[in-house]
């Protein structure tokens, strides 16, 4: 391999990530019980849909969302579990110690200034031996080419990745694992689609109205079609993270 080539491909955590046969929660159950986690903070929580995936398969959880109508649907739906309201990048003082921490498509929502910050908040909280795992969509897939009508992410979900890679260059984490799987999304049509994307962000319903004509175009370049439902998919890397020396609650090195 050419020396550039070698040199870009160190660079790309997309081309160092190793590919692998699994879907996130499966992928993300099995590591934390090898782990032996039992105390999770999942931080950009929204309504609580991985979070109850969590707490069915065993573990207790904590979720953590600055939106007020996201959190009030997550107790709605899990009302023994925790919620806080709090941005990542500004938790609580208070908060205990975990076993694991994650952001699950949930970094690139915060403020890219703060994304450092938040990282680090989320290693600051965690017991000796915890682990933080970051999930986030790449650029590419069927997915993000079908929703990019309404909101093309790119910009952030490249900040993201930058600030993953910054605190693991600049020593303040560990990076233990680097895996990528592809997920699966299946809508009944259209506005099914518009709706879950807009229980993330509300503001792109009246994005998916002023963009329609485009939006139905790109639905129908990227759907595939399997047993009378739409298929699109979505790649995801994730970087499984150790914080390499003790930080201080607020993130900041002692």
Request: with cysteine.
């Amino acid at each position: 391999m050419p020396l550039a080539k070698a040199l870009r491909r160190q660079d790309d955590p997309m081309q160092r990530a190793r590919l692998v046969n699994a879907d996130t929660v499966g992928w993300l159950v099995q590591s934390l019980r090898d782990h032996g986690a039992r105390q999770i903070l999942e931080l950009g929580c929204s309504e609580g849909n991985m979070t109850a995936l969590l707490v069915e398969a065993g573990f207790t959880l904590t979720g953590c969302d600055p939106s007020d109508r996201a959190l009030a649907r997550a107790r709605a739906r899990l009302p023994d579990t925790r919620f806080l309201r709090a941005k990542a990048e500004a938790l609580p003082a208070d908060l205990p110690r975990f076993d694991a921490a994650c952001f699950i498509n949930a970094l690139h929502h915060v403020d890219p200034h703060a994304m450092g910050d938040a990282l680090r908040g989320a290693l600051a909280v965690l017991r000796p031996g915890g682990l933080l795992y970051v999930i986030e969509p790449l650029n590419s897939g069927s997915f993000f080419r079908a929703m990019r009508p309404i909101e093309d992410e790119s910009p952030q979900r490249d900040a993201a990745m930058r600030a993953v890679e910054a605190l693991i260059s600049s020593r303040q984490a560990e990076l233990r694992d680097l895996n990528r799987w592809s997920r699966e999304s299946r809508f009944d049509d259209l506005q099914d689609f518009v709706e879950y994307l807009a229980r993330i962000d509300p503001d792109r319903s009246a994005a998916a109205v002023a963009q329609a004509p485009a939006l139905a175009r790109a639905w129908r370049e990227n759907i595939m079609v399997r047993d009378g439902q739409a298929l699109l998919v979505q790649p995801l890397i994730c970087w499984t993270l150790a914080p390499l020396a003790p930080l201080a609650h607020d993130g900041s090195q002692p």
